[in-house]
């Protein structure tokens, strides 16, 4: 019988989820803007979860670490939620969270489950997370840093996919809850199959962007596709966000075609779209 590409690896096979602080309705809206295909499907009280269809990871020269950065990095900067990408290979696992304009901040363990990250990182994911401040009593929020803290340390008993399980056990404080089967150290073609059953999973579409931009201003200011990205014509910061995002994406697109990174040129990429849409709609729609 011929094995797939991901079953002939040693150790777990490559796979990645991306959780998202936010309702799948407006998760669908900025996801479509990843040029990516993918599965959405909720993952908890205010929590959705992206379930990529494709592996870019295996066809490029990017790992997968770096593939979800720039994924969660583009889906992140703009909208007024956090992206936690979950991701993990046949040598490591570990998480980033992104935050809008926040330096990224992430952790790493070995396959064996060696912590290999910092232990200052952990405690900013719970602080930006409220995970230090999201509890009933002054006991639970000290039981739910104690549980984040032992993830920084040696144990001989849990490997990398049970420090990550850890993870999400802690983020249950936080309403995450995910669907059965979706759980790290799957590989990517099982949890495609497992998002697809889900009773409220939705596929997500590359959205078309010469059609967008081609798009009268009425029909952009009521686009799902746009309303996460774009503040209310008039409103404030609606220049200066633009030209924000203007600013940032262009190095940032510029350093990850020097790194010869797909998920940076990415993330800065729809950064420098948006931020030029914006300064197109703005110009093209009346202030308030």
């Known amino acids: ?35 990516e295909r993918m599965l959405l499907t909720p993952a908890g009280e205010g929590w959705s979860v992206l379930v990529p269809e494709g592996k870019p990871w295996l066809h490029g020269e990017e790992p997968v670490d770096r593939v979800l950065t720039g994924w969660a990095t583009a889906l992140a900067v ?29 952790y790493v363990w070995l396959a064996n489950g060696t912590p290999a990250g ?18 009933r009593d002054e006991l639970d929020r000290l039981d739910g840093l104690d549980r984040l803290d032992r993830l920084t340390k040696p144990d001989p008993g849990a490997d990398a996919r049970a420090r990550l399980r850890g993870l999400l056990a802690v983020l249950t404080r936080v309403g995450v809850a995910l669907p059965a089967g979706l759980a790290p150290g799957e590989p990517a073609d099982r949890l495609r199959e497992v998002a697809r059953v889900q009773p409220d999973a939705r596929p997500i579409e590359p959205v078309a962007r010469r059609a967008m931009a081609r798009a009268e201003p009425d029909a952009v200011e009521g686009s799902p596709a746009t309303t996460p990205w774009l503040p209310r014509t008039g409103g404030p910061g ?5 030209l924000a995002q203007v600013a940032v994406g262009l190095p940032l697109a510029a350093w990850g075609v020097r790194r010869h990174s797909g998920g940076w040129i990415t993330a800065g990429a729809l950064l420098v779209a948006h931020g030029a849409l914006g300064l197109a709609y703005g110009l093209a729609v009346p202030r308030d």
């Not at 002939?8 to 796979?15: H, V």
């Not at 232990?119 to 230090?132: H, I, P, S």
Request: hydrophobic share 45%; net charge neutral.
């Open 1 to 35: 019988m011929i094995m797939p590409p991901e079953a002939s690896r040693p150790g777990p096979a490559p796979g990645a989820l991306l959780l998202c602080r936010s309702e799948p309705d407006s998760v669908a809206s900025v996801a479509q803007l990843l040029r």
């Open 78 to 106: 703009g909208a007024p939620w956090p992206v936690l990408a979950l991701w993990w290979d046949a040598d490591r696992a570990g998480y980033t969270l992104v935050s809008g304009f926040r330096r990224p901040v992430g």
């Open 118 to 135: 910092e232990d200052e990182a952990m405690r900013t994911f719970a602080t930006r997370l409220g995970l230090d401040l999201q509890s």
């Open 238 to 242: 609606f220049r200066a966000l633009a």
